[in-house]
């Protein structure tokens, strides 16, 4: 997948995807599906060379793009660091894995931000993406002041001759997505699917329901560093994870995990382990600071420098001190159990 900023190296013609899209879930999964090509069709394009190609032989090939805004709009607009579901390099992964063949970052700035809707359509869509058809959700809002709606935009565009779908709010009634605009505040009670929902979910320790509504296990990849190497005096070793600033981390505690050695070479993964991984402070042991650990079930090895991808599966406890070292290894031995149990049952269904 190609990746671009406004104002170089962009593949056009493009059929556009506009959103924030943190998370890459199943409302963002919907608003993307219109601007796809179908498999049986068009091949994925990957590079300027290969748009070339393309168009020696189909000089109306249009890309499918996906446009976002970097920094998030909230980040530009608060001055704070935010926080994300989806750090680039996992959206990109995300949206790669959909046949998406390329993602546009729109520096979000003072001038971005200042432009009219009529101005952003003209000024971007128009005449720096080429577009030629728009998807995006009912809810979307852009320019100034976000100023304009979801209709608006299709009405501008279609001065332009820019088709534009418009998809209904998606919510979760408990076994699929719908089509609804009703707003809930439980993920099992008709919610609608959006990021704010599964950061709240997440928040909660509500494992399960996050994962539902990004329709894949929520995922913290990290590069295995050293540690104090406590674990090992304990007869518990963990892998001590060095996460990206910018990922968005669930409540503190214990979680029951599917953990992936990836390969070196590519994000592919090369094994797969089971574990239990604690998120916090480490309050038994006066820790100063917030640290991800896992510990694999039956595995001996040097991790240092492996890259891990783990899956959350299941929330099991809130993080504890506890009095002596003794009884957090009698504690870490029960969650072990209670986490051989989860990840069992889940493995059954």
């Not at 608003?31 to 394009?45: G, N």
């Not at 991984?277 to 420098?305: C, K, Q």
């Not at 492996?306 to 809130?318: C, D, G, M, S």
Request: aromatic share 8%; charged share 20%; proline share 6%.
């Amino acid at each position: 997948m190609w990746v671009a900023s406004s104002s170089e190296g962009l593949l056009t013609p493009t059929a556009v995807a506009l959103g924030k899209f943190d998370g890459v879930h199943l409302g963002h999964q919907r608003v993307i599906q219109p601007v796809l090509h179908p498999c049986d069709r068009l091949s994925v394009a990957s590079s300027p060379q290969s748009k070339e190609n393309q168009q020696q032989t189909n000089q109306e090939y249009i890309y499918s793009t996906v446009v976002t805004f970097d920094p998030h709009p909230q980040e530009f607009f608060t001055g704070q660091p935010r926080t994300l579901l989806t750090p680039l390099d996992e959206k990109v992964q995300q949206l790669r894995s959909l046949g998406v063949e390329q993602l546009v970052l729109l520096p979000f700035d003072k001038e971005l931000s200042a432009l009219t809707p009529e101005e952003f359509v003209q000024k971007i869509l128009v005449q720096q993406l080429q577009c030629q058809r728009i998807s995006i959700g009912q809810d979307f809002c852009f320019g100034e002041k976000r100023s304009g709606t979801a209709k608006d935009l299709q009405l501008i565009a279609a001065k332009h001759n820019i088709p534009v779908t418009i998809v209904p709010l998606q919510t979760y009634t408990g076994d699929s997505p719908t089509q609804s605009s009703c707003v809930s505040t439980n993920p099992t009670q008709d919610a609608r699917i959006s990021t704010s929902l599964i950061r709240q979910t997440l928040e909660q320790g509500d494992i399960e329901n996050a994962n539902l509504l990004l329709g894949r296990p929520y995922t913290l990849f990290g590069v295995v560093v050293q540690g104090q190497q406590l674990g090992r005096t304990i007869g518990f070793p963990t892998a001590n994870l060095e996460l990206p600033k910018e990922k968005f981390l669930p409540r503190q505690g214990v979680y029951a995990v599917r953990v992936f050695t990836l390969s070196e070479t590519s994000n592919a993964a090369s094994s797969e382990s089971l574990g239990v991984m604690n998120i916090g402070n480490r309050p038994t042991v006066n820790g100063t600071y917030s640290s991800a650990e896992v510990h694999l079930f039956d595995w001996s090895g040097d991790l240092y420098g492996k890259k891990l991808a783990i899956e959350l599966v299941k929330f099991l406890r809130p993080e504890q001190k506890f009095p002596s070292l003794e009884a957090l290894k009698t504690q870490i031995q029960l969650d072990c159990v209670v986490a051989k149990e989860v990840l069992s049952a889940e493995w059954e269904q």
